[in-house]
């Protein structure tokens, strides 16, 4: 059973976990195949497995998942290592080499990914209960590991630091990278950028002053974290607990795919517009495209935004279903005929 808070810019998601295991570790010049569906790395605790994961028609991605579905046939990823290059379906595979490299080739032989290591002693590959993905040698060192390369989403006991970013992925069923980026800014605070066409800072709000945003810019570590109990903590004083905190749950702090977050963007504009004009009919003018030039019906546009905004209502279960929007609709179009 999965549970999540959504926060303004990103989700904790909490799952129960099972799995069953298969291969604990990669060795030697042994490789995993996208061909065999068994060919999966799994967490000794059974709570993580890595492997090829689809991501479209013949295109599939190096991924770390919860072995445990959040609903049929639904894994939750947390990370992958080819988001913006995915291989075919057959013949890819991802290998080790007795240089102590780990890379994944596409059908072609092309090598789409790399941990660009090296080592004279024989190298391993395995999955640690934490969902950390490591590449360590024989004498103990570790080489490579996934949690200093994080995607959209940070587990509990990985560290983001200020050489690393959370970049968003495009949608909920397309995992490559986008535009939004939380990461630590030169001035040591925590920050969700867009760097799309247009560059800015979402969050915190830019017209504040980082004192004003209660964030603090003396402390030059640049680390924040997730603990296992629901507690999130960085470097800049901002931290947050979640509803449950201290209740054992698998977590993971995950950064909004973009479709969501630009949803939530022009959501919080309306309401902006809302405080600055109380009146409907005046705050309506300010976000009507001006193209329009008042040529439109003002009674139903009411109406639209007015079930609009009981639509995106914080509190999710206050939201109206699909036929009680339609019902609200055609009951106010009937009072508008009858006056």
Not at 82 to 87: E, K, L, W
Not at 159 to 176: A, P
Not at 283 to 289: A, G, Q, R, S, V
Request: hydrophobic share 35%; with cysteine.
């Amino acid at each position: 059973m999965a549970i999540s808070i959504i926060l303004p810019f990103l989700p904790l998601i909490f799952f129960s976990s099972f799995s069953s295991s298969t291969i604990d570790r990669l060795s030697g010049s042994s490789s995993l195949s996208v061909e065999h569906a068994d060919d999966v790395l799994t967490s000794p605790n059974g709570d993580f497995s890595a492997g090829f994961f689809p991501v479209g028609d013949n295109a599939y991605c190096f991924a770390i998942w919860f072995c445990e579905p959040y609903s049929e046939g639904n894994r939750t990823i947390v990370w992958m290592a080819n988001r913006d290059q995915p291989v075919n379906g057959r013949k890819s595979e991802l290998s080790l080499r007795k240089s102590g490299n780990a890379i994944i080739t596409d059908a072609g032989r092309l090598t789409v990914w790399s941990t660009n290591t090296v080592s004279e002693s024989p190298v391993f590959l395995y999955l640690h209960e934490n969902g950390n993905l490591i590449l360590q040698n024989s004498e103990g060192g570790v080489l490579w590991q996934s949690f200093d390369s994080p995607t959209d989403t940070l587990l509990p006991q990985q560290l983001l630091t200020k050489d690393m970013q959370l970049v968003s992925s495009r949608s909920q069923g397309n995992f490559s990278s986008r535009f939004y980026k939380l990461y630590f800014d030169d001035d040591n605070v925590l920050r969700l950028l867009y760097g799309g066409p247009e560059i800015s800072v979402y969050w915190p709000d830019p017209e504040l002053l980082s004192w004003e945003a209660s964030r603090s810019t003396y402390n030059s570590s640049r680390i924040a974290f997730l603990d296992s109990l629901g507690y999130f903590s960085s470097s800049d004083n901002f931290t947050f607990m979640s509803a449950d905190y201290g209740e054992r749950f698998q977590r993971i702090l995950k950064l909004d795919f973009d479709e969501e977050i630009e949803n939530r963007r022009l959501v919080t504009w309306v309401r902006e517009k809302m405080k600055q004009a109380p009146e409907m009919s005046s705050w309506i003018e300010m976000i009507i495209d001006p193209k329009l030039e008042g040529k439109y019906d003002k009674g139903r546009m009411e109406i639209l935004f007015e079930v609009a905004l009981k639509c995106v209502a914080e509190d999710r279960d206050a939201r109206p279903t699909m036929s009680q929007v339609v019902e609200m609709i055609l009951h106010q179009e009937n009072d508008s005929e009858l006056v």
